[in-house]
């Protein structure tokens, strides 16, 4: 059975960090690319940074030299170091095991955490 959980979430001021983890059972997560994503109220889901089996990152822009995504393979764990956090950053944070394509397209795969609740306050 396949089992993605967050954790890490809370409130934390503006310029704060954080730092989410997600801890995946079952076999998922060796070779699949790891994805953390967002959806803040009102808006659509967004992918916010993933990372390869083999450690290559993506970001997008607005995270970027802000975040940071690893991953530990031994532990089945992906982290999401957030720091100098801003408002604009309040969502609910989910992990999926997806894959990333030849062009370099990140694609979200089946199996979702229930996500965890980051909110910054100005």
């Known amino acids: 059975q396949v089992q993605l959980v967050e954790s890490g979430g809370g409130l934390v001021q503006a310029g704060g960090s954080l730092r989410l983890s997600c801890a995946v059972s079952?076999?998922?997560?060796?070779?699949?690319?790891m994805g953390w994503y967002r959806r803040a109220p009102g808006k659509q889901r967004e992918l916010v940074a993933a990372?390869?089996?083999?450690?290559?990152?993506t970001y997008t822009d607005s995270v970027k030299g802000r975040f940071t995504i690893s991953r530990d393979n031994a532990k089945g764990t992906v982290y999401l170091q957030m720091g100098s956090l801003k408002p604009e950053d309040t969502a609910v944070y989910y992990c999926?095991?997806?894959?990333?394509?030849?062009?370099?397209?990140?694609?979200?795969?089946?199996?979702w955490g229930q996500g965890t609740q980051v909110t910054v306050s100005s």
């Open positions: 999926n095991a997806g894959l990333i394509t030849s062009t370099n397209l990140v694609l979200p795969g089946t199996y």
């Open positions: 079952g076999n998922v997560f060796g070779h699949n690319t």
């Open positions: 990372i390869t089996s083999g450690g290559a990152t």
